[in-house]
């Protein structure tokens, strides 16, 4: 195992009195010198350093001042020091003390005591620190794997945004708060075909959709608002605080986002039912609110009902048509597997293949 360690002396004698100790006794030693304060912080911005050995009586910067600027950082406060000084007052070792050193020793040493007692102390000093640094690695993962529990028990995990059951909580909890919001509006989203995307193109598509879908309907909303996946192929956005002029600027905002994906993307299109609701009685029941937004959806898809399925069977016959690999029969037989599964008829057929100007597959 390598370790670095700094030694802070302004006697050069000194340091290489203690390097050469150390140096036959801590295996992997790595040694740096500085002869005052300024120029340990210096080494300390630019090497990973495991232990200081720290005289106090030194020029420009002294071994007090050096502590001082060490523990107020907070990259350097739990490297380990051990002061080798022949300051020994006990007001100095105290104030050391206090100041979070690692150990105290006085000079001059016996060469027993220096050949024994300070490779000792290094080497307890080094393994402490390695072990603080292991646990302080231990805690960062188990909070990195808290958060990302946190982080999945609240979000969905196709689309990256708020799941059904955070939702729930902050209607539960804004209801609780009813009184503090002067406006609250919510949207309830439908997504309109996703069933035939996954039966004709198969789940992953569908997938894909659902998270496209999920990008375009947050574009147009504050940081603080709650959008979430409530279902399959539904989604609500809780706005306190939103009035219903801003509310319903948000969903033209939404719209014109749904409108420039579909331009670029012309091939699998999204089709969105929405209703909003808001309310400014705030003593109104906020699960109101959201069942009125909910019902305003459901009349919206009823009113669109069947236009996705006719402009989906277009886009997928033609696309089929289009395709060198169908041709006359087979061709024939990939239609009437999609009309069963688009729920359209034989006629409707009919009329998007005269309208491609194709009207020899069927006589």
Known sequence: MTSKILIVDDTLFNRRIIRDILYKHVEGGI?????????????????????????????????????????ADAQHKEIPVIVFSAADEIESIQKALEMGVYDYVTRPLSKEQTD?????????????HEQKKALIKVNEDLNREMELIRHLGCHDSLTGIYNRMFFDQELERINKDRERYSAISIMVIDLDGVKIVNDILGHTAGDRLIKSAAEIICKPFR???????????????????????????????????LEAYNEDNPFITISMSIGSNTSINTSEDVYQIFHRADKKMYENKLNEKGHYHKKMADLFITTLLRNEAFEGKDALEEIDKMMERLRITKDEVKNILLANNINNLYQ
């Open 31 to 71: 040694f740096f010198e500085a002869d005052n304060g300024k120029i340990a912080l210096e080494i300390m911005d630019r090497e990973n350093i495991d232990l200081i050995i720290l005289d106090l009586i030194m020029p420009v910067m002294d071994g007090f001042s050096f502590l001082r600027q060490i523990k």
């Open 223 to 257: 940081k603080g608002d709650i959008i979430a996946r409530l279902g399959g192929d539904e989604f609500g956005i809780l706005l306190p605080g939103m009035d219903e002029e801003t509310c319903n600027n948000k969903k033209r905002e939404l719209l014109m986002a």
């Open 116 to 128: 024994i007692v300070l490779p000792l102390k290094v080497r307890n000093a080094l393994k402490s």
